[in-house]
Structure formats: structure tokens, C-alpha cells
């Protein structure tokens, strides 16, 4: 496995792959690697010639006061568990690779980038879209591999890459999660054992949410209501958001049609933890 | 010539050169081609194996009560002018294929963009840079050419390209003028007979400042003095700005240094022109 740091390196690396009329994936992460990457990576390793993945924590798409500085970093670990799967290239630039003195280009990201975390996290969805495009622009992958998990930047990124005719292939690979429910993310390690009968309370209320519409349900604010309400009683701390929502456009939906989504985002002490659930039957492929 | 009016279109024909590694260069215009445009044209067909001229009215670069409607579209004519030379694709999409329902990502252009046409163009340079962008993306071009006579335009395209790192290789031209040294725009053909020593006053104005400089003036604001005046001497109905600045920042210069470009924009009747000098030796390259 190559590791590489450098815009100029990873091109010298990837071009041999094109010239070769080899495909790349790429999988962008913040690395703090956990099964729900090694998911994406090994969709990867199937379905292109090469991978890439690249590991940074993107100061760009935190705010302040946001957990930037504590974003855990354990990259030996995510080294070892890349050279396991057999990656060919782990690509981690700086910030200041990344970011020059002078830069100040940004994607102004698609409408859906305004719903949900982005009321939550202003500026999030600019720094994110802004760095895909430049991992893209400078590896070339023919797909890129994101996670369900993370369901709006999916939305948001798909969106982007249609607007600005990127030429990459989105995939999307279903959420990972724990035996227990909890959805797999790198934030999880900040949570103590005691917090994680509030930290399940998101995917039981999303799970609670998908019983009630396949007995019937069609009112998205009673929905949203019992989702509220067992966000409340597993001991979160606060809700940022618990709704039914298109799967499109995000928008709330005051009744559920045959596809629908539910989205919540909760903070257990200081973490900040979020989920979705197909509440409808998912679309095929 | 092939000549193209869609994104899947040219991807098809563009992916051959790739695949056979020839060059492509990219020629991005309004249309209404004129000598300067063919300089860029030939430019290309030296320095690359393939060249694609795109043909593009871009509404997005147009504000409220600009010259959308009335600017020239003389397509006939400019395809006759591109086979001529040899072009291999003409590339003409429309507004809905650039622009489909839905379509809201845009590029927030690097700083420099604020400056000058910035303050005269709100959101101007917003809609160039996402053309832009949009056709490197569709066409992956090896090289770009762009005309010198749209100084503050190559210079935010150049920024866009560093800060993005979009894998294209900008080359600048230089302006080309009519014989009475009125710079070449698909603009021109606007202005009456009686307007034209108001428009003249332009390149007036700006080989006054050189010719100044060459004098040993550092003045800036004696040179801007000077620039004002001989516009208005030559008849200018009114002037967005006459500058001299830093060629990277464009912030103007109380004191020229030993690489200072000369700006103007200026209204002759309702026609906007504009023009760009170096009043100090050009940078070599």
C-alpha cells in the first residue's frame, strides 16, 4: 500500500491507473476507521480496479466550537486496517496541502445543503461539498463510495456532482451498525457507557417510527411526535431534529408518501449523534 | 467538425482522444467570434492534438438588466469561422442542458473576483466561474484558453484552478485590437460610427499611463488622475472604474511597482467596454 500526502504525489500515483484504463474508487474520510468504512472500502475493492482512500479531518466543514480539535486521529490504526484490506493508495494530505495561504474558491453547495444539519451546522455542507470536489479533482476516481449513515451529505454530494457534471459514480452502501443498533461513527468513542441507553434512543425511534407507518400511519406530525418522544424518554439531551422527510428534497412531510425517510440528530452530553432510517420500503439498488 | 449540442454527446466524442492520449485543448466563448477569438483558436490547435471551441450565451453571468437578450449570436457564421480553422468539435449546449430544472450548485469565486467587474457585476464572476467549471468538468481539457483581454476573468480562473485543483493547464493570450487599437469584443459591433473615439479612449488611457510610467511616474493616483482624464477628454459617457493594481490581488496601487497592470471599464452610450494594459514590462511566459 502506498501512502501519499501530496496533490502532486497523488497524481503521479493515480495517472499510471488511467493511463492503464484501470477504474478508481475512492472512499473520503475523516479516518477513526470503524466497520462502516471497511463496508464502503471493500465496495470498493469489488466493484473498481484501484482504491484510494483518503483520510482527513476537514477543519473546513466543522464550526466553531465544534469538535474539530478533539476529532479522534488514530491513523497508524487506520493504516493498519488499510494495509489488511488490501487498499492501494491511503492518501492524507495536510491542511496546509489542502488549504494553501491565498485559497478561497468554495463550492456554494445545492438547496438540500439548507435543510436539517444545515440549520444545525452553517457553513458544514460548503465545507464538505468544497473538499469532495477537490479529493475528486485530484484523484479522478471513477466512483466514490459514501455511507447512508450520513444521508443528506449523500444528498448534497450527489446533487453537486450532477450540477457541475463531475464525472464520478456515486455509490451509496447501507449503515453499519453495532449489535445493539447504535449506528457505527467515529464519534461514538466519545460516548461513556452510561450514555448509551440515550445513545440508542435514535435508532429506536427511527425503528419505532418504521413500525407505525407499516401498521398504517400516514401523519407525518404524529410520527414525528412518538419519534420526539422516544428521543425524550431514552435520556437524550437534545434534539436538533426528528422528522419524516422526503428523500429528495429533505423536505418535512405532513404525510408520508411511498418514499420516506426519517432523520434524527440528538446530542447525548456533548456528542452530537445522528441517524436516518428508511421508514418506507428503500428504492431498488 | 462535429458539432455538439450535449453533455453525453461530448463526453462520447471527447473519451476517444483520451483514450488514444491525445492532447485536448478548450476554447470557452460567447460566440460572435472575432479575430481575438481565433488567436485563441490557433493557439490551441499548436500547443494540443485536439481542439474543441465551445459556444455558450451563459445567463448566469448576465445581472438584472444586462445585455442578454441583445448579445450577438451569429451561430452560422461561427461555426463557418471554426471549420475554417480546423476545429474539431464545436460544442453548443443549451440554456436547459447547462441548466437543467433543479440545477442550484454553484462555485463562490476566490477573493479577487470582488474586486473591479465585481463591484460593477454583482454575482458575474459567480456565473463564470461555475461555466467554467461545468466545461472543464464535461470536456477534460488538458489546456484552456482564455484571452488577456479579460484580465480580471483569467486572473479568478486561475485562482478557481489552484484552489479547486482542477487538473487543467491555463494558458492566457494576448489581446488582440483593430487597427486603430480599439480592443477586439463581440461588444464592438454595438457602437455606432459616432462612438468610436469615445471608445477608443480606452487603450488611450492606458498608453498614456504606460507611456507615464515609462517616464519614471510611481504615482498611482497621478496615473489614475491622468486615465480619468484622457476618458473624458475622449467622451466616455460614464467610467465604472480607470485603475492601476497588482496583477495577482487587482487591490489598487498608490505606488506602481515593477509589475503593475493599468484597468478600465467604461460606458459609451449603453455599451459596456472594457480594456488592460501592462504598464510595466510583462511578466516573461
Request: negative net charge.
Amino acid at each position: 500500500m502506498q501512502i501519499i500526502h501530496t496533490i502532486d504525489e497523488i497524481r503521479d500515483a493515480t495517472a499510471p491507473f488511467r493511463r492503464r484504463f484501470e477504474s478508481v474508487g475512492l472512499v473520503p474520510t475523516m479516518g477513526a476507521l470503524h466497520s462502516g468504512h471497511l463496508s464502503l472500502v471493500r465496495e470498493s475493492m469489488s466493484r473498481a480496479d484501484r482504491t484510494v482512500v483518503s483520510i482527513f479531518v476537514n477543519p473546513t466543514q466543522f464550526g466553531p466550537g465544534e469538535d474539530l480539535q478533539a476529532y479522534p486521529r488514530p491513523y497508524d490504526h487506520d493504516l493498519e486496517l488499510l494495509e489488511r484490506e488490501g487498499v492501494d493508495i491511503a492518501y492524507l494530505p495536510s491542511d496546509t496541502e489542502m488549504y494553501p495561504s491565498g485559497w478561497s474558491t468554495r463550492v456554494a453547495p445545492p438547496a438540500v445543503a439548507n435543510q436539517l444539519e444545515g440549520q444545525s451546522r452553517p457553513g458544514h455542507f460548503q465545507g464538505v461539498c468544497t473538499v469532495v470536489l477537490k479529493l475528486f479533482l485530484q484523484i479522478l476516481p471513477d466512483h466514490a463510495f459514501f455511507g447512508q449513515k450520513d444521508y443528506q451529505q449523500v444528498a448534497v454530494i450527489r446533487q453537486m456532482i450532477r450540477d457541475l457534471d463531475v464525472p464520478v459514480a456515486l455509490s451509496v452502501c447501507p449503515t453499519v451498525r453495532e449489535p445493539d443498533g447504535l449506528a457505527m461513527s467515529s464519534r461514538n468513542v466519545y460516548l461513556s457507557v452510561d450514555q448509551r441507553p440515550a445513545a440508542l434512543g435514535l435508532y429506536r425511534a427511527l425503528m419505532e417510527a418504521r413500525r407505525a407507518v407499516q401498521q398504517g400511519e400516514v401523519d407525518g406530525h404524529a410520527l414525528m411526535n412518538e419519534m420526539r418522544q422516544v428521543l425524550i424518554d431514552s435520556g437524550v439531551d437534545s434534539i436538533d431534529y426528528a422528522v419524516v422527510a422526503d428523500p429528495d428534497t429533505l423536505d418535512v412531510l405532513d404525510q408520508i408518501d411511498d418514499r420516506t425517510l426519517g432523520l434524527v440528530a440528538c446530542r447525548v452530553g456533548t456528542t452530537r449523534l445522528i441517524d436516518n432510517l428508511w421508514l418506507t420500503d428503500p428504492p431498488a439498488g
